[in-house]
């Protein structure tokens, strides 16, 4: 008996000392993969997106599959007292004011079907000013072909070529696998082509609340170098998957075709942004999270401590704090209230989501400029097989008492189970065959639309 103890406790001495064993190479590969500076700026990534997709998660019940009609209307008010003002003496602000005026009186309709079971995708967009058409056309993809139409230079749908959207569906994924697929393709993207060799280490002292701290320092610097590099690394990887490609297809047709302008200055030569994460010392948990933009003698820094449900939000010109917020958030709720630097309140943001609804409310003065806005989401006259959605977007723009611009967007549409798409397509002709009028009319067509709207 004292024998098998014996035994028995040697094996079960083994047997833990290989679990020590195992668990120590266990926790050096995970603290290994922690301390690397790709893993604090991924899991930053990964913060942003989840809160993104948490605050525009739509609820399953108005989910209606992939075979469904969309059709409404689309109305704006606008106005400027700033632009009515200058456009007596001012031909920029006079054009301006009246693009105001022609899109406030401006109708919109608009339908869009989509029918996975017949591979069929419709649009169609019809904008009028009274009886003036300002735009009509119409998009359709069938059969794996893409045909657009718009009236007024075209009599028949053009083919503008292949495109293989459906083919991102497999047979279990819909649109929102899609959609998830996508997201989670692009932050995959962007935490792969953020690498080690771009972001700098430090071990600083820094105020976390109102104790100074030894942490870690992770930091990211985009000039515009940096930013066209890493839009030319996403663009590469969502046009070399064969599924991120095909969803955006529909969206982005020549995407293939699809470059970042090199000639185009995101940033001046003498700007940049550097986000800084700051890390406790052992186990690298998020402390602060920082951007500084600089712009010659200009410094501005955004801080936030804290979590993504309680935290503090400071703004700082030059080293001198101007704001600070608090900011608490739920899965369905957000409160921000914004102080200046004296300590006063000079603001609210606040978010509310349920099931059929979303509010979103900002009144803000900063400095000598007053915001108001109110976005509101609702859907509503919910049956089984549709309901009406209606958003809602009201804001003003105040600069020393004169309004700069306010308006009042409205979206109305009822989104139906089902689709019947029947275009016919017998008379529609290849892109090749158009006139070079035709050509050059559809090449012209936004800065023809622009300049009407402007007179």
């Given at each position: 008996m004292k024998k098998f103890i014996k035994g028995f406790f040697k094996f079960l001495f083994f047997v833990l000392l290989i679990s020590f064993a195992v668990s120590l190479i266990l926790f050096g590969l995970y603290y290994s993969k922690i301390s690397k500076k790709q893993?604090?700026?991924g899991l930053l990534v990964d913060q942003v997106f989840?809160?993104?997709e948490e605050i525009f998660q739509i609820s399953s019940r108005y989910q209606l599959g992939d075979t469904f009609t969309i059709e409404g209307t689309f109305d704006m008010d606008l106005s400027s007292e700033d632009y009515q003002n200058k456009s007596a003496s001012d031909s920029t602000y006079f054009k301006k004011n009246q693009l105001l005026k022609n899109l406030s009186n401006m109708d919109t309709t608009f339908r869009f079907q989509h029918d996975r079971e017949n591979e069929k995708a419709y649009l169609e967009l019809n904008e009028k000013i009274g009886e003036e058409e300002i735009f009509a056309g119409k998009y359709l993809l069938d059969n794996s072909t893409e045909y657009y139409f718009v009236n007024g230079i075209l009599q028949n749908y053009v083919n503008d070529g292949s495109n293989n959207?459906?083919?991102s569906f497999g047979e279990?994924?819909?649109?929102?696998?899609?959609?998830?697929?996508?997201?989670?393709?692009?932050?995959d993207s962007i935490k792969k082509n953020v690498g080690e060799e771009d972001l700098k280490g430090y071990d600083v002292e820094t105020l976390i609340g109102n104790e100074t701290q030894s942490v870690g320092q992770v930091s990211f610097r985009i000039t515009d170098k940096r930013y066209k590099a890493l839009l030319k690394s996403i663009l590469k990887d969502l046009k070399s998957d064969q599924r991120a490609s095909q969803i955006l297809s529909l969206a982005f047709p020549n995407l293939q075709e699809l470059k970042v302008?090199?000639?185009k200055k995101y940033l001046k030569s003498n700007e940049s942004y550097t986000i800084n994460i700051y890390l406790s010392k052992f186990f690298f948990q998020p402390l602060k999270y920082e951007v500084i933009y600089l712009k010659d003698d200009q410094k501005e820094i955004y801080t936030y401590e804290g979590d993504f449900e309680d935290g503090l939000f400071y703004y700082s010109v030059n080293n001198e704090l101007k704001y600070r917020a608090n900011v608490q958030s739920t899965q369905k709720k957000m409160d921000i209230t914004v102080y200046n630097q004296y300590e006063k309140e000079v603001g609210t943001?606040?978010?509310?989501?349920?099931?059929d609804n979303l509010m979103f409310v900002m009144t803000l003065e900063l400095e000598d400029t007053k915001y108001d806005v109110t976005y509101t989401m609702k859907n509503k006259d919910y049956q089984k097989n549709q309901y009406v959605r209606e958003g809602n977007l009201i804001f003003k723009e105040m600069k020393d008492r004169v309004v700069t611009l306010q308006g009042n967007l409205l979206l109305e549409s009822k989104v139906?189970?089902?689709?019947k798409i029947e275009e016919d397509l017998t008379s529609s002709v290849l892109?090749?065959?158009l006139t070079t009028e035709e050509k050059d009319s559809i090449e012209k067509l936004r800065e023809t639309i622009q300049n009407r709207l402007e007179k």
């Amino acid at each position: 008996m004292k024998k098998f103890i014996k035994g028995f406790f040697k094996f079960l001495f083994f047997v833990l000392l290989i679990s020590f064993a195992v668990s120590l190479i266990l926790f050096g590969l995970y603290y290994s993969k922690i301390s690397k500076k790709q893993y604090a700026f991924g899991l930053l990534v990964d913060q942003v997106f989840d809160k993104t997709e948490e605050i525009f998660q739509i609820s399953s019940r108005y989910q209606l599959g992939d075979t469904f009609t969309i059709e409404g209307t689309f109305d704006m008010d606008l106005s400027s007292e700033d632009y009515q003002n200058k456009s007596a003496s001012d031909s920029t602000y006079f054009k301006k004011n009246q693009l105001l005026k022609n899109l406030s009186n401006m109708d919109t309709t608009f339908r869009f079907q989509h029918d996975r079971e017949n591979e069929k995708a419709y649009l169609e967009l019809n904008e009028k000013i009274g009886e003036e058409e300002i735009f009509a056309g119409k998009y359709l993809l069938d059969n794996s072909t893409e045909y657009y139409f718009v009236n007024g230079i075209l009599q028949n749908y053009v083919n503008d070529g292949s495109n293989n959207y459906f083919e991102s569906f497999g047979e279990e994924s819909d649109t929102g696998d899609n959609l998830t697929y996508l997201s989670q393709f692009i932050r995959d993207s962007i935490k792969k082509n953020v690498g080690e060799e771009d972001l700098k280490g430090y071990d600083v002292e820094t105020l976390i609340g109102n104790e100074t701290q030894s942490v870690g320092q992770v930091s990211f610097r985009i000039t515009d170098k940096r930013y066209k590099a890493l839009l030319k690394s996403i663009l590469k990887d969502l046009k070399s998957d064969q599924r991120a490609s095909q969803i955006l297809s529909l969206a982005f047709p020549n995407l293939q075709e699809l470059k970042v302008d090199e000639k185009k200055k995101y940033l001046k030569s003498n700007e940049s942004y550097t986000i800084n994460i700051y890390l406790s010392k052992f186990f690298f948990q998020p402390l602060k999270y920082e951007v500084i933009y600089l712009k010659d003698d200009q410094k501005e820094i955004y801080t936030y401590e804290g979590d993504f449900e309680d935290g503090l939000f400071y703004y700082s010109v030059n080293n001198e704090l101007k704001y600070r917020a608090n900011v608490q958030s739920t899965q369905k709720k957000m409160d921000i209230t914004v102080y200046n630097q004296y300590e006063k309140e000079v603001g609210t943001i606040k978010l509310e989501k349920d099931r059929d609804n979303l509010m979103f409310v900002m009144t803000l003065e900063l400095e000598d400029t007053k915001y108001d806005v109110t976005y509101t989401m609702k859907n509503k006259d919910y049956q089984k097989n549709q309901y009406v959605r209606e958003g809602n977007l009201i804001f003003k723009e105040m600069k020393d008492r004169v309004v700069t611009l306010q308006g009042n967007l409205l979206l109305e549409s009822k989104v139906t189970k089902g689709a019947k798409i029947e275009e016919d397509l017998t008379s529609s002709v290849l892109e090749s065959s158009l006139t070079t009028e035709e050509k050059d009319s559809i090449e012209k067509l936004r800065e023809t639309i622009q300049n009407r709207l402007e007179k």
